[in-house]
């Protein structure tokens, strides 16, 4: 990952970025001004539950961050614009091969273990990570987000800290869709998708862990998972010797520990 060179810009972003003050502001959806910036921001959108916090990033006409672009959130952790770096405490960091995180450790911002820091594109690019690994003091926290390279990059909001109010609603996901066929020939495809609604963001998922499982009778049946878009899917073949039995497949989809899942009974022909 290279994110451990974004280093070199978060110094030079922190000069720009993090204002000694200024209007806080209370938002769950940010617009931003077209055409200030490359990457241009668009419009910011936070979420949370009681474990973690998403941030949404859009971008104008860009879905993939090419190599040397990123999207920094600086994160004033505990509201005291004395601590950290003029206030900033930590960076949630998107590079074009992955997410990771930076601390402030009294000299600098050094890489820091992340398990739970992750980012993809999905309606927008989201930088999401546990709460705990931020460092917070309370229910709040204050950020700006920066698009890199620093010298023709975007900020957001303009020359604000933009203050957020974290949610404190454990995470639940409901089903909204399973799908499988009533019955498959032998020797086909198989294939079952659930979907999920998270209530922190309130949108289907995706995001989270794919889990399958699938067998006849008692014995077990290759499957694979995937997680195209926003369908958690489990699919293979159905072996020839399973004429006239049942084919059994259980999906299931975790996101921060919490876990959906269903099971479908196909009829093989």
Not at 79 to 88: C, R
Not at 117 to 142: M, N, P, Q, V
Not at 210 to 225: D, H, I
Not at 232 to 251: D, F, H, N, R, Y
């Amino acid at each position: 990952m290279r994110f451990r060179g974004l280093m070199v810009i978060v110094a030079l972003a922190l000069l720009l970025a993090a204002p000694a003050g200024g209007r806080v502001l209370d938002i769950g959806f940010l617009d931003d001004p077209a055409g200030d910036g490359s990457p241009d921001i668009t419009r910011i959108e936070v979420g949370s539950h009681a474990t973690a916090v998403t941030f949404i990033v859009d971008l104008a006409n860009q879905t993939t961050l090419a190599a040397g672009q990123g999207i920094l959130v600086f994160i004033d952790s505990d509201l005291n614009l004395d601590t950290g770096s003029d206030g900033i405490d930590a960076v949630l960091g998107l590079v074009s091969d992955g997410a990771g995180l930076l601390r402030w450790n009294g000299t600098q911002f050094a890489p820091a273990e992340s398990p739970s820091a992750y980012g993809y594109h999905h309606d927008g690019f989201r930088l999401a990570i546990a709460r705990s690994e931020l460092g917070l003091t309370g229910d709040k926290l204050r950020f700006v987000v920066l698009t890199a390279p620093v010298e023709r990059g975007d900020f957001a909001p303009d020359d604000n800290l933009a203050e957020y109010l974290l949610a404190n609603e454990a995470l639940t996901l409901q089903i909204a869709k399973f799908t499988a066929a009533k019955a498959v020939v032998a020797g086909r495809r198989y294939t079952a998708t659930l979907q999920a609604r998270r209530n922190d963001l309130s949108e289907l998922s995706s995001a989270g862990e794919v889990a399958c499982a699938a067998k006849v009778g008692t014995k077990k049946v290759k499957v694979t998972a995937s997680f195209p878009t926003v369908l958690a899917t489990c699919s293979g073949i159905v072996p020839k010797t399973a004429k006239g039995k049942e084919l059994k497949v259980t999906v299931t989809l975790t996101l921060d520990g919490v876990r959906v899942t269903r099971t479908a009974s196909i009829k093989v022909k």
